[in-house]
């Protein structure tokens, strides 16, 4: 998920003036980062699971102030995940000067191997889900698709260190190498029919296989071939019955499906966002009766004042945030977007001396 902000409380070119509130009225608590940690990243890129948007919180299940839509976010990206089954992990956005914090579930994010390593005996990772946080290390899974259905889910416990935001490139053969694949291979087709996928020639089933598409068929033994192929999530090998495996028909005969090519739409973060301050301030959100510090502002990026919220607070709008203006038709633009009732604040004794 691509990190910019939009925010849909107000329309940019005419907010609304909101009631005064009192000042006593949202005691102030800064957000912070877990304790015990099992692992942290850093990156400049952050992909989601199933690229649904992700959704920065006060604490666990809400309230949340904003939602990251579109994914990957390419922005300075760090992420702190807790100890514990089903982790809570803290995640920290830096982009056009600002800097946002919020909780979310660790399994809604999408971690990469760093290096290859095997799972369950038949599936190398490309992509993994956060099960478990322990010291220094986590428990992930893999998800695959329906054309693979695995008998127990993929996983297993690795050390944080295999693990990141982005992926490590490894050359294809390199990779099978590693889980002891080698010499040529034949492109086969399996029957139409689910076939069992084994670790070993003779060994019990450990997934049964829906694939339409072409297979790598490398050795044969006691009436099993091995066999390798990729699916978006990882590289799943194993033995199947050879009586399986047919010969690939031509590729007039072959049908598969294509994708088409995508634009981005390329906006002026800071057009119109003339304030600017000499030195960092910080940054806070109001949502459900709460008031939560979420990051801060540095020195020399711009901002602009919308609305003043009441006596200590005005409500502004930042570099990394995009708004929706009047008239406008929604378009899915990268971001963060502002939860309707959550509002973006800054202390007035913070910026009462920066100028427009």
């Not at 038949?122 to 329906?146: A, H, Y």
């Not at 071939?225 to 799943?236: C, G, K, N, P």
């Amino acid at each position: 998920m691509l990190v910019t902000v939009a925010t849909a409380t107000a329309s940019l070119d005419e907010p609304d003036e909101p009631a005064p509130e009192p000042a006593t009225s949202h005691p102030i608590t800064k957000l912070a980062v877990p304790s015990p940690v099992a692992c942290a990243y850093r990156s400049s890129i952050l992909f989601t699971a199933d690229d649904r948007p992700l959704s920065l919180c006060f604490v666990r299940g809400g309230p949340c102030y904003a939602d990251a839509v579109d994914s990957p976010l390419q922005v300075k990206v760090g992420v702190t995940v807790a100890t514990g089954s089903d982790p809570d992990a803290f995640v920290e956005v830096d982009a056009y000067g600002t800097h946002l914090a919020g909780v979310v579930q660790a399994s809604s994010l999408t971690l990469f191997r760093s290096r290859p390593f095997d799972v369950s005996g038949f599936v190398v990772p490309v992509t993994l889900r956060i099960v478990e946080g322990k010291p220094n290390e986590m428990v992930v899974q893999v998800d695959l698709d329906t054309a693979v259905a695995p008998k127990a889910p993929p996983e297993r416990s690795v050390a944080c260190d295999l693990l990141g935001l982005s992926s490590g490139w490894v050359a294809p053969d390199e990779l099978l190498r590693t889980v002891g694949i080698t010499g040529k291979s034949s492109p086969r087709v399996l029957s139409g029919r689910p076939v069992a996928l084994s670790i070993s020639p003779t060994g019990p089933a450990v997934a049964t296989l829906r694939v339409l598409e072409p297979v790598d068929a490398y050795n044969t033994k006691s009436g099993a071939t091995r066999i390798a192929f990729w699916r978006d999530s990882a590289l799943v090998y194993g033995w199947v019955p050879s009586r399986s495996l047919v010969r690939c028909p031509p590729p007039s005969q072959m049908t598969g499906s294509g994708g088409g090519g995508g634009g981005a739409w390329v906006t002026d973060r800071e057009k119109g966002l003339g304030w600017k301050c000499h030195t960092d301030f910080p940054i806070f959100v109001t949502l459900a009766g709460q008031r939560r510090e979420v990051g801060r502002v540095e020195a020399g990026a711009s901002f602009r004042v919308l609305a003043r919220h009441d006596r200590r607070f005005d409500v502004i709008q930042t570099g990394v945030l995009i708004a929706r203006r009047s008239g406008s038709s929604p378009r899915r633009i990268p971001g963060v977007r502002l939860r309707p009732n959550a509002k973006l604040l800054a202390r007035h004794q913070d910026i009462a001396a920066c100028r427009d």
